[in-house]
């Protein structure tokens, strides 16, 4: 879930995710501000993948009526006035789309 995060906060605060970036030893220099970024969102990737944590998780039922749902939870929940940017309720639920998958029966 984190790199849909970083992917959907970078523009907002692209010197905090540079900085990320430096911190974990990435070779920022002579990049633009997209390839900073593409290279943290990888970064970020492989380090989920050597942990062994799925990119997903698996959910007993999944439709639109679910996905509405957890995006209107999600928009209604205190935390998110601290995320970097104003997020959509189709943002937040694109993201949501990405990371849960309907388990198989």
């Known amino acids: 879930m984190l790199e849909h995060v970083i992917d959907l ?17 990435l070779e920022i220099k002579d990049k633009n501000i997209y390839e900073i970024k593409e ?3 990888e970064k970020i990737k492989t380090l989920r993948i050597n942990l062994g944590v ?10 639109d009526d679910i996905l509405d749902k957890l995006s ?12 970097p940017k104003t ?10 789309k990405k990371i849960l998958r309907k388990s198989k029966e």
């Open 9 to 25: 906060n970078f523009d907002a605060v692209q010197q905090r995710y540079t900085d990320i970036a430096e911190k974990l030893n």
């Open 39 to 41: 290279s943290l969102i």
């Open 54 to 63: 799925k990119d997903y998780e698996e959910v007993e039922a999944l439709n």
């Open 72 to 83: 209107e939870d999600a928009m209604e929940d205190p935390c998110i006035i601290t995320n």
């Open 87 to 96: 997020v959509t309720k189709e943002e937040i639920r694109a993201i949501f």
